[in-house]
């Protein structure tokens, strides 16, 4: 049984920094996507970024490039998302994903984190 479990949302000034993570247990496949959708009152799902867990292969919304930074740490089945320079409209519930590969549509992906609240205020 595949979990997610998610940290480090918060409420946080513009301009400022909070650092997101999540780690996957019971994931088989020996390479796998882990990456983030975030989702803002009344919008659509957004893809954010992703990495694969092998090689250097990352996504990043044109939204988010610059500011956020995703990274891995495979030992510990750790995805951690560096948000800098915050601005309101980062704000939203930010899903963890984990998939078979790099997708755009949150549907794609295979397992989804519970979400974590993060509201950037301005």
């Known amino acids: 049984q595949v979990q997610l ?17 999540c780690e996957a247990s019971g994931v088989t496949s ?11 009152p009344g919008k659509e799902p957004e893809s954010a970024v992703a990495i694969m ?27 951690y998302l560096q948000m800098n320079r915050l601005k309101p409209e980062d704000t939203g519930v930010y899903y963890c994903v984990v998939g ?16 974590t609240q993060v509201t950037v205020s301005s």
């Open 53 to 79: 867990r092998h090689g250097s292969t990352t996504y990043y919304a044109d939204s988010v490039k610059g500011r956020f930074t995703i990274s891995r740490d495979n030992a510990k089945n750790t995805v």
């Open 30 to 40: 020996s390479d796998y996507a882990m990456g983030w959708f975030r989702q803002a």
């Open 5 to 21: 479990v998610e940290s480090g949302g918060g409420l946080v000034q513009a301009g400022g920094s909070l650092r997101l993570s």
């Open 100 to 115: 078979t590969g790099i997708w755009v549509v949150k549907d794609r992906y295979d397992y989804f984190g519970q979400g």
